[in-house]
Each structure stands twice: as structure tokens, then as C-alpha cells.
């Protein structure tokens, strides 16, 4: 397994933008496909994108297609999530993942999480 922390979370209004980040340690990063999820209070964990390992590939939830943007920095074994146009409805705890080689979009799929780092948009 690999170790995650995520950063960057905080509060925001509805239209802002938000990066966040996701350091990677323990393992080769260029190894493992990366991945954000969330979880809003009382709702199962979501997928939100993922990348594959050499960042060619990404795909992304129909909820947030088109604003928000994930990439990854090979060189510094770090994940980020770009996320534009925030809207309420992304209010969640935002979860980096890792699995090795290749992308998916269940939570089941991927065995190495960080703790999350919270995202709060307000009207």
C-alpha cells in the first residue's frame, strides 16, 4: 500500500475554485492509478476522477465533468484536483486513493486511502 494525505480543503462560496492536493509516499507513485472521491454527510462515497499512472488517462463523474480537473506530478509523488465553479452540492469530504497500474471508479477497487480533507461551498 501507499500513503495518502490530502490538503487544500476549506470553505468557500458557490462560483469559487478550489486545488486540492494529495501527497503520495511509500511506494513507487508511478505505479498506481490515482483517484478522488467524496462523501457528503448521510450519502455513500462517490467517485470523482481518476488518472492513470503516466497521467495520460482520466476520466471523471457526470457531476463534475467539465469543471473540475485532475492531474498529477510524478516528480513529486503529489495528485491535485482542480475544482472550478464549486456549487453547494460539492459540499463533502474529499478522499485521495491508490491502486496499482490501473484506473477504476469503485471504492472497492482501490486499497489505499487518506484520511480526507473537508470541502465546504456556501451559498
Known amino acids: 500500500q501507499v500513503q495518502l494525505e490530502e490538503s487544500g480543503g476549506g470553505l468557500v462560496q458557490a462560483g469559487d475554485s478550489l486545488r486540492l492536493s494529495c501527497a503520495a509516499s511509500?511506494?513507487?507513485?508511478?505505479?498506481?492509478?490515482m483517484a478522488w472521491f467524496r462523501q457528503a454527510p448521510g450519502k455513500e462515497r462517490e467517485f470523482v476522477a481518476t488518472?492513470?499512472?503516466?497521467?495520460?488517462?482520466?476520466y471523471y463523474g457526470d457531476s463534475v465533468k467539465g469543471r473540475f480537473t485532475i492531474s498529477r506530478d510524478n516528480a513529486k509523488a503529489t495528485v491535485y484536483l482542480q475544482m472550478n465553479s464549486l456549487k453547494p452540492e460539492d459540499t463533502a469530504v474529499y478522499y485521495c486513493?491508490?491502486?496499482?497500474?490501473?484506473?477504476?471508479?469503485?471504492?472497492?477497487?482501490?486499497?489505499?486511502w487518506g484520511q480526507g480533507t473537508q470541502v465546504t461551498v456556501s451559498t
Open positions: 488518472i492513470s499512472p503516466p497521467g495520460g488517462r482520466t
Open positions: 486513493a491508490a491502486r496499482p497500474w490501473t484506473t477504476a471508479t469503485k471504492t472497492s477497487q482501490y486499497d489505499s
Open positions: 511509500g511506494r513507487t507513485f508511478t505505479g498506481y492509478a
